[in-house]
């Protein structure tokens, strides 16, 4: 289902219906200020949904296509009015009307400015986050380890160490890890990081990997998220909460009734059709 699809359901779920018999293409299933929306509208809808949409049971599809119908032209009705003649020309006037109402009501709310307004809200309520900048030294035993850190606090230089005596992948570069957050490491290795001050070296730490020394070199505070990696995200988050909000404002505004007592499962019935061509 698309978001205006979505929008328009949620907002007439409520409204009120009336009576109506043994139902044709040209009958009435809602009017919308004064303007009916025929059963042959929503079959001509149908009849443009892609295959997977068909999939979903009468009831459901009958009331999001309708919904859909009214609140295109509920929004429609923002324009001047245009001659209709026939359901394809009727809904093809709703969509483009609906479609460059809610073009315009996006492009006035979910500007660049709103996008890095929900952007700093979002870093301003989630606060600063702490990465750590450390080396490490991994051995394969206890010993060795204690060994090392004996080296160590003897004025023995870590990077270098740590490329004589390192088994893991960083020993080439020094031991140095660069920047990672919180939950980027193993738990007790993580532990022990963050009861180091800076230039301060571990005792030795036991991991699934074998035994670390760790030397803490550098701490500061990032903010949580960067802004480029969830641009789109927040605009699609603001283009689908404008849409919503349009939507439900334009039924709400209108004058709306719903015809009740139609089987959903006439929008199966393809015989219907024929009576357009």
Same mark, same amino acid.
């Given at each position: 289902?698309?978001?205006?699809?979505?929008?328009?359901?949620?907002?007439?779920?409520?409204?009120?219906?009336?009576?109506?018999?043994?139902?044709?293409?040209?009958? @009435?299933?809602?009017? @919308?200020?004064?303007?009916?929306?025929?059963?042959?509208?929503?079959?001509?809808?149908?009849? %443009?949904?892609?295959?997977?949409?068909?999939?979903?049971? $009468?009831?459901?599809?009958?009331?999001?296509?309708?919904?859909?119908?009214?609140?295109?032209?509920?929004?429609?009705?923002?324009?001047?009015?245009?001659?209709?003649?026939?359901?394809?020309?009727?809904?093809?006037?709703?969509?483009?009307?609906? &479609?460059?109402?809610?073009?315009?009501?996006?492009?006035?709310?979910?500007?660049? %400015?709103?996008?890095?307004?929900?952007?700093?809200?979002?870093?301003?309520?989630?606060?600063?986050?702490?990465?750590?900048?450390?080396?490490?030294?991994?051995?394969?035993?206890?010993?060795?380890?204690?060994?090392?850190?004996?080296?160590?606090?003897?004025?023995? $230089?870590?990077?270098?160490?740590?490329?004589?005596?390192?088994?893991?992948?960083?020993?080439?570069?020094?031991?140095?890890?660069?920047?990672?957050?919180?939950?980027?490491?193993?738990?007790?290795?993580?532990?022990?990081?963050?009861?180091?001050?800076?230039?301060?070296? /571990?005792?030795?730490? %036991?991991?699934?990997?074998?035994?670390? @020394?760790?030397?803490?070199?550098?701490?500061?505070?990032?903010?949580?998220?960067?802004?480029?990696?969830?641009?789109?995200?927040?605009?699609?988050?603001?283009? &689908?909460?404008?849409?919503?909000?349009?939507?439900?404002?334009?039924?709400?505004?209108? &004058?709306?009734?719903?015809?009740?007592?139609? &089987?959903?499962?006439?929008? /199966?019935?393809?015989?219907?059709?024929?009576?357009?061509?």
């Amino acid at each position: 289902m698309s978001r205006f699809m979505a929008a328009a359901l949620a907002a007439c779920l409520a409204l009120p219906a009336a009576a109506q018999e043994q139902p044709g293409t040209g009958t @009435v299933i809602a009017t @919308v200020n004064g303007e009916d929306i025929t059963l042959g509208h929503l079959l001509l809808l149908r009849g %443009e949904l892609p295959p997977a949409y068909l999939e979903v049971d $009468d009831g459901p599809l009958y009331e999001a296509l309708l919904a859909q119908l009214i609140g295109q032209t509920a929004l429609s009705h923002l324009f001047e009015e245009t001659e209709r003649s026939e359901a394809g020309e009727d809904n093809a006037v709703r969509n483009y009307r609906s &479609d460059v109402v809610l073009n315009r009501v996006i492009g006035e709310r979910v500007t660049d %400015e709103a996008v890095r307004a929900a952007f700093d809200a979002q870093v301003e309520e989630m606060g600063d986050v702490l990465e750590w900048n450390a080396s490490h030294i991994l051995v394969e035993t206890e010993a060795e380890a204690l060994d090392l850190k004996n080296e160590l606090d003897g004025g023995a $230089d870590f990077a270098e160490l740590a490329m004589e005596r390192s088994t893991g992948p960083t020993g080439p570069r020094g031991g140095e890890l660069g920047w990672f957050r919180g939950g980027m490491m193993v738990p007790t290795f993580q532990a022990a990081v963050e009861t180091l001050d800076e230039g301060e070296t /571990s005792a030795p730490v %036991e991991t699934r990997f074998g035994w670390h @020394v760790i030397k803490l070199n550098e701490t500061r505070t990032v903010p949580p998220l960067i802004f480029e990696e969830f641009e789109e995200r927040l605009r699609e988050s603001l283009t &689908d909460e404008a849409v919503s909000v349009a939507v439900a404002k334009a039924i709400e505004d209108a &004058d709306v009734s719903l015809v009740e007592g139609i &089987d959903p499962s006439v929008i /199966s019935d393809e015989d219907l059709l024929s009576e357009w061509e």
